[in-house]
């Protein structure tokens, strides 16, 4: 029985301790999973201060986590014992992926939208519109967008971070990678972040950009698409929602003929 992506290569550049799923979904559908991280989660040096602010979290109103990632790293530093004993009023999730991380680390979720899986649609719930006198602490990686801190500051709330971990470029052989893009070989790419495909072309370096732009590109974001799109890719079809299911189904459709090029 020929399964719908039928021996197609996927690039797969999820972090690797997040990437087994999605390439299971393509392996099971008849792809071929190319695991290629282009990002790597790393611990910050400066963990006495993460566990100082950690030790004060009774002052604060709402623990906002910007990503599954900051979940994780929050717990690498916390106190499991001091943690299930903390009952903080409320915590925010930004969306259904961080929720989940949440709940699998045995905290509570207060708040996550049901659409939608960014600052934005977090911002939008009506428990993030009144914020007079709330303190907030924004649990994320170093260097993210300040967009929900700047909103909610104008809305009254006084904003904490609590940067938790950095995003760094891996070190690892690009060399299959990069004789699949010299062969045409490499049917569709998945990227979940700018920085994800920021990173891609700094580790394949310059040799097989031209043929890469060609490959069809699968984006969890508008806003990835326009970076791609400045960078040059010539075919990028975006998903309805970041889940692995959903980028499934948008790799099919780009193997099976389901969008159209230019889209």
């Avoid at 906002?64 to 990632?69: P, R």
């Avoid at 004993?85 to 409320?90: I, L």
């Avoid at 993210?144 to 700047?150: C, I, N, P, W, Y």
């Amino acid at each position: 029985m020929i399964k719908p992506l039928n021996g197609a290569r996927v690039l797969v550049t999820r972090p690797a301790h997040q990437a087994e799923n999605l390439s299971r979904l393509i392996e099971e559908q008849g792809g071929v999973a190319v695991r290629f991280p282009t990002l790597a989660i790393v611990a910050l040096d400066d963990s006495s201060r993460i566990k100082s602010t950690l030790a004060n979290l009774d002052k604060y109103q709402w623990l906002v986590f910007i990503s599954a990632n900051a979940v994780t790293m929050y717990g690498y530093y916390s106190d499991s014992d001091k943690m299930a004993k903390f009952k903080p009023a409320r915590i925010a999730a930004i969306g259904k992926a961080t929720a989940q991380a949440l709940v699998l680390a045995g905290l509570p979720v207060d708040l996550a939208p049901e659409a939608g899986y960014n600052s934005e649609a977090l911002l939008a719930m009506p428990q993030m519109q009144q914020m007079n006198g709330q303190r907030c602490l924004i649990v994320r990686g170093e260097g993210g967008r300040d967009e929900l801190a700047v909103t909610l500051r104008s809305r009254g709330a006084n904003v904490d971070y609590l940067d938790v971990y950095k995003r760094a470029v891996p070190v690892i052989d690009s060399s299959q990678v990069n004789l699949l893009i010299a062969q045409d070989k490499l049917d569709v790419i998945t990227v979940t972040s700018g920085e994800a495909l920021q990173n891609l072309l700094i580790m394949l370096g310059e040799k097989n950009h031209q043929r890469l732009f060609e490959a069809s590109l699968v984006a969890v974001s508008n806003r990835i698409r326009q970076i791609a799109a400045d960078i040059g890719f010539k075919r990028i079809a975006v998903t309805h929602d970041p889940s692995d299911a959903a980028i499934l189904e948008t790799v099919t459709m780009c193997v099976t003929g389901g969008i159209k090029w230019p889209n």
